[in-house]
């Protein structure tokens, strides 16, 4: 499976999980909050930064221009300000001079919302700026995922990493499923990301040991103040903790093979066991299976070489409860 | 892992190995002529083994007589490497002792082959491990602890270039018994390239287990299957052998890469294969069309089928001829 690229971070494979802090309309159309956010997205160890520059007017048929919304220019400094903390940026947008602006402003990638799965047109759009796309398909039958998909691979764009994602707001756990995921993993050979809309952050922590390669969450200063999507979205601190996690559960995933640690095999000879003696065994005695208990520690002869034991005669006189050693034989 | 400059591996093209083993009788000549069928056959290496009878059976085993007739001496494979040069084909062989080993590390072998009999042997492992090149590891009888075993002592000298050869040690082995899933196994517990050392009669377990992702085939060959020797009766001959390297390489081409859509070979038929909403009885212009005015029938270059529900009810808009496919442009 190819590797996808955003900026200098590499998606998929055994890269580290590329995680997504997703402001939303958080902000509540306010510059300050916005920026005050871009910060809790660096400090918490975000990989990227996004924000919703969705114009209602151009979104849905009669609706009036949006007021929670930022101004381009505010956005632009928004994203020259991610810049300059590290952080990767783009905004979900949704029409195609939208696409344009934002490109100028240097974004490294494109988020679409799931709505506009089957938007093939805009799909198409997207693709031929070359940018990495990042696909949501929540609410969507494998068919129009195929079709999806099948535009933006025509168009000569490769570079997409396909979101599990739920519509819900929140998501019970039940309608989380997870496993879905390996399902559009297999089905298209793609990186596969997930983006969450449950309550909390246990979700996207296990998605990311059952192989999720993105995770994208929103997250607010304060859910009090009830933001857009204020229910789905994480606190600073939440948001700090999941990624702790997710790096946590990537370093726990290790290895698949399967043998001791090197510290493991000190102790485990106190775990395991050695033949012992049940009772006094004089010298010169044949040693029957009966005579022989196992107990621990494991300094002696292991139970499995029992039949080397067996048979033999007592060298010496052996006390009751000792571990029998080869030269007592 | 990698031998001379091919590359073996998840994803890469299966290295077949053509066995010419013992089926040489001893003779230096004949082994010649297998080098050069290993070659016309399309082989990625031919191999050999490599032994002193007195080295590595007791004098008491019966079968002893046997492998001292079969056995070459220095200079023998010393012209046999040369062969193998000249022809262009990768040449090693399976090692018995300190000496098969040196001597072959002399002649340059990419690679030394350890036999399933040996997999206990960690004296030898270690020996060979020490050389630094490529080991490919026979498993056959073996258990898994006994696989870790063994390559905790190849490891040991800090040698990590290993390939496992799931193998079945039975002469011939039957299909049955060959538990190809254990390639998975393998793999998957070791975290190393796995291949296959066939027994079996004739190449279809080999070419089937392709389909598990096996990365090596190791299969005996002969020039004549009716000659004198213990592995001819389950060895192919030249012919048969380039025969399943051909349909190794179909399979690995027919395995693609999992995406399901139609390839380009069935578009065309697609189009015939397809069925398209038809007129069942003459339409006159004007009429609404109902359910029973139509039928589904080839080719699907019509409207098509599920799309039926915006065809009736609509009204023609010209005549439409007993059989004529309905297109939007009439209704």
């Known amino acids: ?329 | 892992m990698k031998i001379g400059n091919k590359i073996i591996g998840e994803g890469k093209p299966c290295f077949i190995v053509a066995e010419a083993g013992i089926n040489h009788n001893g003779d230096v000549n004949l082994a010649k002529e297998l080098i050069k069928a290993a070659k016309d056959a399309g082989a990625d290496a031919v191999k050999f083994q490599t032994f002193k009878a007195k080295s590595f059976l007791s004098k008491k085993s019966p079968q002893f007589e046997l492998f001292q007739t079969l056995e070459l001496g220095e200079n023998h494979w010393a012209e046999l490497a040369s062969v193998a040069s000249e022809l262009g084909i990768p040449f090693f062989s399976t090692v018995t002792d300190e000496e098969s080993v040196d001597l072959l590390d002399k002649l340059g072998v990419p690679a030394f082959k350890i036999a399933s009999g040996d997999l206990t042997h960690l004296p030898l492992l270690r020996y060979v491990a020490g050389k630094g090149k490529p080991i490919i590891l026979s498993t056959g009888m073996g258990t898994l602890g006994e696989i870790e075993e063994a390559l905790n002592a190849i490891y040991s000298s800090a040698n990590k270039q290993v390939a496992l050869l799931h193998c079945v040690s039975a002469y011939p082995a039957n299909p049955e018994e060959m538990n190809l899933r254990a390639i998975n196994t393998l793999r998957e517990v070791f975290q190393l390239p796995v291949g296959l050392s066939d027994h079996t009669i004739g190449s279809t377990i080999p070419v089937a287990a392709m389909a598990l992702g096996t990365v090596i085939i190791e299969k005996h060959f002969t020039l004549d299957k009716n000659l004198a020797g213990p592995d001819q009766k389950l060895s192919l001959s030249p012919a048969e052998f380039k025969q399943m390297v051909a349909n190794i390489r179909a399979m690995e081409k027919a395995l693609g890469n999992g995406i399901k859509k139609p390839t380009e070979s069935e578009l065309e038929i697609r189009k015939i294969a397809r069925r398209s909403i038809v007129a069942r009885i003459r339409i006159p212009r004007g009429t609404i069309i109902t359910e029973d005015m139509v039928r589904f029938a080839r080719p699907g270059n019509g409207i098509e089928p599920r799309f039926a529900e915006l065809v009736v009810g609509r009204r023609a808009k010209v005549g439409i001829e007993e059989g004529q496919a309905i297109l939007w442009d009439v209704i």
Request: aromatic fraction near 6%; charge should be negative; charged fraction near 25%.
């Open chain 1, 1 to 329: 499976m190819r590797k996808v690229r955003i900026g200098n971070k590499f998606i998929g494979g055994g890269e580290p999980t590329f995680i997504i802090a997703e402001a939303g309309l958080n902000h509540d159309g306010d510059f300050e909050i916005a920026k005050r956010m871009v910060e809790i997205a660096a400090d918490a160890g975000a990989d990227a930064v996004t924000f919703q520059h969705i114009l209602a007017d151009r979104l849905n048929v009669g609706a009036k221009a949006s007021t929670n919304i930022l101004t381009d220019t505010e956005l632009e400094h928004l994203f020259h300000y991610a810049n300059e903390l590290g952080l990767l940026y783009t905004a979900c947008v949704i029409d195609n001079e939208s696409i344009d602006k934002i490109t100028g402003c240097g974004v490294s990638f494109f988020k679409i919302v799931s709505g506009d799965l089957t938007n093939l047109p805009f799909l198409e759009y997207c693709a031929k700026k070359g940018l990495p796309i990042l696909l949501s398909t929540g609410a969507a039958g494998i068919s129009e995922v195929e079709t999806a998909l099948d535009v933006i691979q025509s168009a000569g764009n490769q570079d997409i990493v396909v979101y599990h994602t739920n519509s819900g707001y929140p998501t019970p756990p039940e309608d989380v499923n997870l496993r879905v995921m390996d399902t559009l993993q297999q089905a298209f050979q793609l990186p596969v990301g997930f983006c969450d809309h449950t309550v909390g952050i246990l979700p996207p922590i296990v998605a990311v040991a059952r192989g999720a390669k993105v995770i994208e969450k929103h997250f607010t200063l304060d859910r009090g103040l009830k933001g857009t999507d204020y229910e789905v979205s994480l606190e600073p601190g939440e948001l700090k903790e999941m990624i702790r996690n997710i790096r946590l559960v990537e370093r726990m995933l290790g290895s698949p093979v399967k043998k001791p640690l090197e510290y493991e095999t000190n102790t485990v000879k106190f775990a395991r066991r050695s033949i012992v003696s049940r009772i006094r065994i004089p010298r010169g005695t044949i040693i029957t299976d009966d005579m022989l208990a196992f107990k621990r520690p494991g300094t002696g002869v292991a139970p499995p070489l029992m039949n080397l034991v067996v048979g033999r005669s007592a060298k010496v006189d052996i006390n009751e409860d000792e571990i029998i050693t080869w030269d007592m034989l």
